[in-house]
């Protein structure tokens, strides 16, 4: 698609259209962008008859693109500040606080280099690998939602527009969970949280079986809020594929390990495009979780069973073979019918896109630092 001329552009707003969403979707979507004093929505607008302008607060724009730039190098700070503080957060407040706790006299010690491996009593440990898990997420998605201020109808869309493509994509993370988890899970430093369970001694079966709950389902739902919830939606209005790919590299460098970022970058990228097939953050959240079982049931298998063991066949190739089956099943199905098609008009490259919101200071700082934790922790293991 050519990039349109300034004379034939109305209003950026209007003639942008997200796609699988319902017509209040929209609505309150354009309202959001049309807020008055909203730094982080991309409008501009001009009647050629008029030379009437309209733009982010009283930056003054000469063209669409040039106010896309501004507005995501907006969004490129407020997301790099904010996982920065995820950075921060996971690395240094988790010590601090493990520090003040023994101090006052709580039973806990923790490895302050490589995986962060809490040591003490049982429900202690659980309590503080939970609490900051929720910390971390929570903090900085506390942070980006106040600053938005995006209404729940957008941030988080809830209704499932296609109900074929919400089944593909259970299908494609049980095949995609399989696959790539049995190549990585030995591998995995994020399965830290999961390795403490199988050392606990002593410990009440409820304390485990609330522990095992909070990883498998609470996490994730927060880890969709942040990522597929305030960071998607606002970056959509430059274009799902752009949204896709900024979401997919953000998540995937928060694994810090090099065979965690390939595997959550590879499961961000189908959750984000079944999500926008769906039109349903719900779609995320269940996929995510549904990832997670498979996780901490491969954990399961590496620890206690083994290749072609009774555990493996029923958690691991028969819902291969059950996403297989539906895979096929599905497509050889008479489709939905086809949305009518709008395509939306291009103001900024993809590559111009990536470039104003990835070199602004914040999101350089972020990036690298993901980048060197990547690298460290793959020479010391």
């Not at 990536?354 to 914040?362: D, E, I, N, R, S």
Request: proline share 3%; hydrophobic share 50%; with cysteine.
């Amino acid at each position: 698609m050519q990039l349109p001329t300034e004379e034939k552009l109305l209003d950026v707003v209007e003639e942008f259209e997200v796609p699988n969403q319902s017509a209040a979707y929209q609505t309150s979507y354009r309202k959001w962008r049309r807020r008055k004093n909203n730094r982080y929505a991309f409008r501009f607008s001009k009647n050629p008859k008029e030379a009437t302008f309209s733009e982010n607060q009283a930056v003054v724009s000469d063209s669409p693109a040039q106010a896309e730039n501004i507005a995501l190098r907006t969004l490129g700070i407020l997301f790099g500040w904010s996982l920065i503080l995820y950075l921060f957060i996971e690395n240094v407040v988790d010590k601090v606080v493990v520090l003040i706790a023994q101090y006052m006299g709580v039973h806990i010690e923790m490895v302050y280099w490589g995986e962060s491996r809490y040591y003490g009593e049982d429900q202690v440990v659980f309590l503080f690998t939970a609490a900051l898990q929720l910390l971390k997420i929570l903090v900085p998605t506390l942070v980006i939602l106040l600053a938005l201020r995006m209404p729940l109808r957008i941030s988080v869309p809830l209704h499932v527009q296609s109900k074929k493509q919400f089944l593909l994509g259970v299908a494609a993370v049980m095949l995609l969970s399989v696959t790539v988890g049995s190549l990585l899970v030995s591998r995995s430093a994020e399965l830290e949280k999961y390795r403490l369970i199988s050392e606990v001694n002593s410990s009440e079966g409820h304390w485990i079986i609330l522990y095992i709950l909070f990883t498998v389902f609470a996490a994730p739902l927060f880890w969709e809020l942040l990522f597929h919830g305030c960071m998607f939606q606002s970056l959509r209005q430059f274009g799902d594929p752009f949204a896709v790919c900024a979401v997919t590299i953000l998540a995937a460098l928060q694994a810090h390990n090099l065979h965690d970022t390939l595997r959550i970058g590879l499961l961000t990228l189908v959750i984000s495009y079944f999500m926008v097939k769906t039109g349903s953050f719900l779609t995320a959240v269940i996929l995510r979780i549904i990832h997670e079982i498979y996780m901490f049931s491969l954990f399961q298998i590496e620890s206690y069973g083994g290749i072609f063991s009774l555990q493996w066949w029923i958690i691991v190739l028969f819902p291969c073979a059950i996403g297989l089956l539906s895979l096929a099943a599905l497509f050889l199905r008479k489709g939905d019918a086809p949305a009518a098609k709008h395509e939306n008009p291009v103001y900024m490259t993809f590559l111009d896109k990536a470039t104003a919101f990835f070199t602004c200071l914040p999101m350089v700082i972020e990036v690298i630092t993901c980048i060197l934790l990547i690298v460290i922790t793959s020479v010391l293991g």
